[in-house]
């Protein structure tokens, strides 16, 4: 089966610049998430998706962060504007019952 | 809550050798365990979980790791270390029903020729 699907793959910004990331889940998985992993921690949830609805946003720094998950299949993550500390790299993963989850390969983001 | 605490930052082993990466937990319900790897510039990759069953789990590359809920713990070893095992470990626990992960911050293993 597929995996996960994530792009860009790299992406290198401005300071107070806007970006977007783009993840297709594995096809039936209801569940999906966006972590943030900055170097040298572990991943960190920022938004979790049950189908189209929010489960999870509480790590999400809604003043410049927004995801939406349209017709519960993929979904967008959007920053704007980007800040340097949002440097890291973002991933999405999916689930089909929540247990297992499989993980993209991510987008690394750069912000200068 | 849940949480955990992964109790090495980097293990450095020679090939051949054994590996253990330590790996303590705290859940208010019964927990699920997992373990990923991460090699560099690659995605996470599942190498075993602990859901309620055995509490030895056999993972994939040799790995396993056993559930002890007196200790709260659920280390991961290998008996003999490969180059290939060079990599990110995390150790993550969910509690059932909750579909939320908690990450442990990760323990980098080095393996020398």
């Known amino acids: 089966e597929a995996g996960v699907a994530q792009s860009p793959r790299y992406k290198i910004i401005e300071k107070r ?7 297709n889940p594995i096809s039936g998985h209801a569940t999906l998430y966006w972590y943030q992993q900055i170097l040298g921690q572990g991943p960190k949830l920022l938004i979790q998706f049950q189908n189209n609805g929010v489960v999870d946003d ?29 440097s890291a790299v973002y ?17 690394q983001l750069s912000v200068l | 809550a849940q949480s955990v605490t992964q109790l090495d930052s980097h293990v450095s082993v020679s090939e051949g050798t054994p ?11 019964s927990p699920s365990l997992f373990w990923y790897v991460q090699h560099p510039n ?15 789990v056999k993972g994939i590359n ?28 995390f150790c993550v626990v969910t509690t059932f029903g ?16």
């Open chain 1, 91 to 107: 991933l999405c993963a999916s689930s089909l019952e929540g247990a297992e989850l499989f993980f993209g390969s991510g987008t």
């Open chain 2, 42 to 56: 690659k995605g996470l990759q599942l190498l075993l979980k602990y859901t309620s069953a055995a509490t030895l």
């Open chain 1, 17 to 23: 610049q806007s970006v977007a990331f783009w993840c």
């Open chain 2, 62 to 89: 040799g790995f396993e790791a056993e559930f002890k809920k007196s200790e709260t713990s659920f280390h991961l070893t290998k008996p003999s270390a490969h180059m290939s095992d060079a990599a990110e470990y």
């Open chain 2, 98 to 113: 909750d579909y939320k992960l908690s990450f442990g911050a990760g323990t980098t293993v080095t393996v020398r020729a």
């Open chain 1, 58 to 86: 509480s790590q999400l720094p809604k003043d410049r962060f927004s995801a939406e998950r349209l017709k519960g299949v993929d979904s967008t993550l959007k920053i704007q504007p980007a800040k340097l500390e949002d």
């Open chain 2, 19 to 29: 590996v253990l990466l330590r790996c303590n937990y705290s859940s208010s319900y």
